[in-house]
């Protein structure tokens, strides 16, 4: 009779995690998306195509993970608001570009998942702030704050583009090369 009620409670366990499993799903799609689509529809090596790429990465690896993040978490457990965005960000997207998207395969000469790891703290962390928004409200700001300063610091080269993206200044492109 014990042992029914666990399976039970774990069944329900499950059952009450679900969303956030697909909400790490559709995380998972949108840090792939750009990958996906230079592979389907390679562009031209000039400069307007180059922006075009950058603000998909920029809007696709950073903006839309932490808006799903921060919003949708927020009924989430503790540590499966910070688990889940750590596992889609710092090693399942990293796994599946190197081993599918990538031309090289390689999972130890590309130094991306290093970067995606530290991602992947910031962005559970931001999790976890937003799993913290209707309890303390101070230990939330602070923990999103944290992340959001983690997740930029990971991203190689991320002001450089950042101000390539709003000024169009050709000089800000040194920093890439």
């Not at 799609?29 to 180059?50: C, G, M, Q, V, Y």
Request: glycine residues 6%.
């Amino acid at each position: 009779m014990y042992a029914e009620v666990k399976c039970l409670n774990s069944v329900g366990l499950l059952q009450r995690q679900m969303p956030f499993v697909i909400l790490g799903c559709l995380i998972l799609i949108s840090l792939l998306a750009p990958r996906i689509f230079i592979e389907l529809f390679p562009l031209e090596n000039d400069i307007a195509a180059l922006r075009i790429v950058y603000a998909l990465f920029i809007a696709c690896d950073f903006i839309i993970p932490v808006l799903l993040t921060a919003v949708f978490f927020r009924r989430a457990e503790h540590i499966i608001s910070f688990v889940i965005p750590f596992l889609v960000y710092g090693v399942l997207c990293p796994v599946i570009d190197a081993l599918w998207l990538s031309s090289q395969g390689h999972l130890i000469v590309n130094p991306i998942p290093i970067a995606a790891v530290f991602g992947g703290i910031g962005l559970g962390i931001i999790g976890f702030g937003s799993s913290q928004l209707t309890k303390e409200k101070t230990i939330a700001t602070a923990a999103m704050f944290l992340g959001l300063i983690v997740l930029i610091a990971s991203i190689p080269n991320f002001f450089a583009i950042v101000h390539w993206l709003a000024t169009g200044d050709p000089d800000s492109l040194l920093a890439l090369l």
